[in-house]
């Protein structure tokens, strides 16, 4: 089987290991298909050295950053990572090569194809009830999963008018473009595919001081999301492994 490829736009250790295991157990996958790159540790470097022959499919996990951040706020590190992504996505659309990218998808995705990223639609931190719509029942990463089922969100921005050409996939009443489709291949989640009660416990306490929530409600938040039953969302992950394992 051909290795998948993570990318990490995550500073923190724990985040970022976290993130891997949820991957790995979400996929259903070894830690040997998958490898994992830290864009903040390291450049991309030259798109044609990664290898994309040898490679089954990209994953693009969530991150601190937002597409739509003002310009001037952006650090170097953000800057870097953004114009890595980007040349990325200027091949694997090019190539409709497999990607899969969440919540930091949606907006790296999104303003990569010309859509409009912005605060409209934030969901808070915990769980959104996602609409499964007539395109997305037709489409294999949501086979087997019912109409509507409950996914771990947390995001300060959103799309709010899709690239033109994207499939739109699934919404929700507090946010319109929950999971996107552009071309055959590429694929945005709002939502987290890879996360269970365990690792939104652990980010509600890692990025606590981050902005999306009050500091003084993490631990109350913590508690929620321990308490919780998300186990759909997964679904997506294992069958976009399964459908490009192969390839």
């Not at 998948?4 to 985040?15: K, M, P, Q, V, Y």
């Not at 990218?101 to 959104?128: K, N, W």
């Not at 019912?146 to 009443?173: C, T, Y």
């Not at 999306?212 to 109350?220: D, L, Q």
């Amino acid at each position: 089987m051909k290795r998948f490829i993570l990318i990490s736009t995550r500073e923190h250790d724990g985040a970022a290991d976290d993130e891997v295991r949820g991957v790995l157990a979400a996929g259903g996958l070894q830690e040997e298909d998958l490898r994992v790159i830290r864009l903040t540790q390291a450049p991309l470097g030259p798109v044609a050295d990664l290898g994309l022959d040898q490679c089954a499919a990209v994953i693009l996990g969530g991150s601190p950053f937002n597409a739509s951040d003002d310009p001037s706020s952006k650090t170097a590190l953000q800057l870097r990572c953004e114009e890595d992504l980007a040349r990325l996505l200027d091949v694997l659309v090019a190539e409709d090569f497999p990607f899969l990218g969440a919540c930091y998808g949606v907006g790296t995705l999104g303003v990569h194809q010309g859509g409009t990223i912005d605060r409209q639609f934030g969901e808070p931190v915990g769980t959104s009830h996602i609409r499964v719509l007539e395109e997305g029942r037709k489409d294999p990463l949501l086979e087997g999963l019912p109409d509507r089922f409950d996914a771990f969100v947390g995001h300060k921005e959103a799309v709010s008018v899709l690239p033109q050409g994207a499939v739109l996939l699934a919404d929700s009443a507090t946010c319109p473009v929950q999971m996107f489709r552009i071309k055959t291949n590429l694929y945005a989640t709002q939502f987290h595919p890879e996360l269970d009660p365990e690792g939104l416990a652990q980010r509600i306490m890692i990025y606590r001081d981050a902005g999306y929530f009050p500091p003084h409600e993490a631990t109350e938040l913590r508690e929620k999301a321990l308490a919780s039953r998300v186990d759909w969302p997964q679904v997506i992950l294992r069958n976009f492994v399964r459908r490009y394992a192969q390839r």
